[in-house]
């Protein structure tokens, strides 16, 4: 299986090339131990099999699994569900370069079984453990004879306790997307964050509470504290992601 761990003073990944760069683990190192702020899915029989995957080359859902886009209408597969979350996490992807600290796979869509998308694609992926960092770089060629929509993300499950330990959120964002219909895909524009939904400052997650939302209008990182662990992860991503997504399982996570 291409399973290989990255490590750094203060980060430890294991990542599954084989299917779709996916995470199988996150631990950083506090007080001479690892602690798993991503959820350990190691064990595939476990029923969460990835800590962290790609949303590539859509993220969230596509409703009917059909979109109009260059004067074509699209049609994909799984419309009876929607198209979600893209169509290579399942992937092979090829290894181009391998450290301790950086791991660079490559994923062609030509020729691939299952690849639900009309336009051959070209992605890479790099990471790269740096301190106390970790940089999560995508690199997408359009290798098709036509224009391409991209649309593109991650999908990381973080740990909901870190010994008994609750998080606080901080997500900087303007607006919610209205989900009238419950399957996740907004009906109308963004409106007004009502108060149960809003995490701009710290705010504890309710363990009880069950969310999945699409927030637009994100200006700046968003932070996960554990207080009683002294543990911040801040997340930053490049000027092209202005939306996110809060996921609070029902299964604690």
Not at 60 to 83: K, M, P, S, V, Y
Not at 113 to 121: A, C, R, T, Y
Not at 163 to 170: E, G, I, K, T, V
Not at 191 to 207: A, D, H, K, R, T
Request: hydrophobic share 35%.
């Amino acid at each position: 299986m291409g399973i290989y761990t990255l490590v750094s003073a203060d980060w430890r990944l294991r990542i599954d090339t084989d299917h779709g760069m996916r995470w199988l683990s996150g631990d950083v190192f506090r007080d001479r131990t690892w602690l798993p702020v991503l959820p350990d899915c190691t064990d595939l029989a476990k029923e969460l099999q990835y800590s962290n995957f790609l949303l590539l080359p859509y993220s969230n859902r596509i409703r009917n699994a059909q979109f109009d886009f260059d004067g074509r209408t699209i049609q994909l597969e799984h419309a009876e569900r929607h198209a979600i979350h893209g169509t290579l996490r399942n992937q092979i992807w090829q290894v181009m370069d391998i450290s301790d600290e950086r791991l660079v796979a490559r994923c062609d869509s030509r020729g691939l079984e299952g690849f639900n998308w009309p336009w051959p694609l070209l992605v890479e992926c790099e990471l790269q453990l740096a301190g106390s960092s970790v940089h999560c770089t995508l690199r997408v060629q359009n290798l098709g004879d036509s224009d391409s929509p991209i649309g593109g993300g991650w999908h990381p499950y973080f740990t909901r306790t870190l010994d008994q330990a609750n998080p606080r959120l901080s997500i900087p964002v303007s607006g919610l997307y209205p989900d009238n219909d419950g399957d996740c895909l907004p009906t109308a524009g963004p409106v007004p964050i009502p108060p149960e939904l809003s995490f701009q400052n710290g705010v504890e997650l309710p363990p009880e509470q069950r969310i999945d939302h699409c927030f637009s209008g994100l200006a700046g990182p968003l932070k996960i504290c554990w207080p009683d662990r002294n543990i911040t992860l801040i997340l930053q991503g490049s000027e092209h992601y202005d939306h996110a997504v809060l996921f609070n399982p029902d299964k604690p996570y």
